[in-house]
């Protein structure tokens, strides 16, 4: 259990739209599983087939900004279905926090965020409220971003109760697998260095807690995150790439919690099975982790489905709180981080109530 007894925020319900499931129970279920959903698509002027992790059924033939629409919708309409605690104590404050992918035009962006707005209208347990929203264009660190805001939000305004969290990203639009493949970023044949492509929208509701000891049973919270941003560029070809970004930023996440690497009972990444990441990894998970605490178990989300950017933050919150609450995995406290070819990293730690 942390020993920090400042606020935290409260996962208080979820929505997910990934390649292996429209919703955040189907997803756990295909994840236990390890259904693969991954398509080959071939791309002009190149001679082998492409590996990507599409939400085929969902995004088949949309422009980009419908694609994006078409993810995310379902799983903010998901997570607000669920919060049925929203009709109580209409003064508190809410914000949303619209986490979008960088290559999206801010006019795009906007009309979105303006798209979304409406649709929320019919939940009028969020719209009655005091609100506010920010839109974050990001990558793969964007849902740690998101999250400090609200920290930061958190810290200046005590209306402030509730927070949605709401992220969507996809790297599988034509135009973008052509720039990818352009690259030589893609994994295929002769490259097993590159990445396989995914899409995804996930949602999270948050609630203000006084504590982590005041939650119910069962129920977890996200602690607030670190960020260190590295001097080089990572990704294929990289060798022996610099670990101490990462190292800081997880030891910054476990200081944040008020937590050693001994009260952590699960590790999760965005790692896809490449050198470079994994040389990244265990040079880091070496010095802050293993010199203290004995190996522990690690998801690696990316292995199902792809890398799916901006999204896969808020994914690998949800994920382990869903195999808990469904009763699948026994889990305490899950140190998470991301890691970006830019050098970007993040991480924080998700902790289940004491009670």
């Not at 982790?289 to 933050?313: E, N, V």
């Not at 981080?337 to 924080?348: D, K, N, Q, V, Y």
């Amino acid at each position: 259990m942390s020993t920090f007894p400042s606020p935290v925020l409260a996962i208080r319900s979820s929505g997910l739209v990934t390649a292996i499931g429209n919703s955040t129970l189907q997803t756990t279920s295909s994840w236990l599983t390890q259904a693969r959903r991954m398509r080959r698509v071939d791309l002009d002027g190149f001679a082998d087939p492409f590996t990507i992790a599409d939400c085929h059924s969902v995004t088949a033939q949309l422009a980009p900004v419908e694609r994006l629409a078409a993810l995310l919708f379902p799983a903010v309409a998901e997570a607000m279905d669920g919060a049925d605690y929203l009709t109580h104590q209409l003064e508190d404050e809410c914000m949303e926090i619209v986490v979008l992918p960088r290559w999206l035009l801010p006019a795009d962006g906007k009309r979105l965020a303006t798209e979304l707005g409406a649709m929320l209208l019919r939940y009028t347990g969020w719209v009655q409220r005091p609100r506010s929203r920010l839109i974050v264009p990001a990558g793969a660190s964007g849902a740690w971003l998101a999250l400090e805001y609200a920290y930061r939000s958190l810290a200046t305004n005590p209306r402030l109760q509730h927070v949605m969290i709401a992220a969507v990203d996809s790297a599988c639009t034509p135009e973008l697998l052509q720039q990818a493949a352009a690259a030589d970023w893609l994994h295929r044949p002769g490259n097993a260095e590159g990445y396989v492509p995914g899409e995804a929208a996930a949602c999270v509701l948050l609630q203000r807690a006084d504590s982590i000891s005041e939650l119910p049973a069962g129920d977890f919270a996200l602690h607030r995150p670190a960020f260190f941003n590295a001097d080089e560029h990572w990704g294929p070809g990289a060798t022996k790439p610099d670990a101490s970004p990462l190292s800081q930023a997880l030891s910054g996440a476990l200081a944040a919690a008020g937590m050693e690497p001994s009260n952590i009972s699960h590790l999760e990444s965005d790692m896809d099975g490449s050198d470079w990441r994994a040389h990244l990894e265990s040079t880091a998970l070496s010095r802050v982790i293993f010199s203290q605490t004995t190996a522990l178990p690690q998801w690696r989300p990316a292995t199902l489905l792809g890398q799916t950017g901006a999204a896969g933050g808020v994914i690998g919150w949800l994920l382990p709180a869903s195999l808990h609450q469904q009763k699948i995995e026994h889990i305490n406290t899950v140190l998470n981080w991301s890691i970006s070819p830019s050098g970007e990293t993040a991480a924080c730690v998700l902790e289940r109530s004491p009670n």
